[in-house]
């Protein structure tokens, strides 16, 4: 149906108006040209948890692969005589956060019951 409206009223590019004024003269109806109903409102988001509730193992490992790096730059163009224990308690963070981060991921295809199909609203 080539050229017809939303409107309910058979009326083509006319250049006149629709319900409510929509969609304007010379202007066919097109995908977003309707009124919107005003929300009620009456969602309110839950609480977020707190920045230090998460788990430590997490925490710390993040540190280690984020860290180690980060420190590993700024002593390559501060210090640049770094010696080699320094050099290798930072290869050790950074392995050691790595192998942190990779056995907290969750082991299990199904966590949430079976018939869960991932998706959310």
Known sequence: MAGAHRGGTGRTGSGRTGPRGLPGPGREWGPRDYPV????GDFIPPEPPALGSGNPLVVLSMI???GAPAALLLAA???PSLPGLVLAVLIAAFVAGAVGLFFALPRDADRDGPG??????
């Open 116 to 121: 869960d199909d991932g998706a959310q609203v």
């Open 64 to 66: 280690g692969v984020a």
């Open 37 to 40: 109903d005003e929300d009620d």
């Open 77 to 79: 163009i501060l210090w």
